[in-house]
C-alpha cells in the first residue's frame, strides 16, 4: 500500500481574509439570544422527526417557538432603536 504525504509542508495556504471581522464577531454576538432560541426549537423539532409529538414534545415545541420569535421581535427592537436617531418617539 502507497502512502499519501504532503510533499510541500504547507498543503493549502490560509488566506487573511478567511477569519471573521470585528464587525462579523459583533453581529453574531449581537444576534447570539436568537440563533440559541433557533437552536432550542430545532432541537424540540428534531427529538419528534422519528415518532408522533406527544403533548409535551408539543408543548416544548411550542415553547421553543415563543422563544424564538420574541428573541427575534427583541432584536428587531433593538435594532430599531439604534438606527433611529433620537430614540424611539
Given at each position: ?22 464587525a ?43 422563544r ?22
Amino acid at each position: 500500500m502507497k502512502s499519501i504525504a504532503a510533499l510541500q509542508s504547507i498543503v493549502t495556504l490560509w488566506p487573511d481574509g478567511l477569519e471573521p471581522s470585528d464587525a462579523e464577531l459583533d453581529a453574531i454576538e449581537w444576534e447570539m439570544p436568537l440563533i440559541l432560541a433557533d437552536v432550542d426549537l430545532l432541537d424540540a423539532e428534531i427529538a419528534v422527526l422519528d415518532r408522533a409529538p406527544s403533548e409535551v414534545d408539543a408543548q416544548r415545541i411550542r415553547r421553543a417557538r415563543r422563544r424564538m420569535l420574541a428573541a427575534r421581535r427583541d432584536l428587531i427592537n433593538r435594532a430599531v432603536a439604534v438606527s433611529t436617531p433620537g430614540g424611539a418617539a
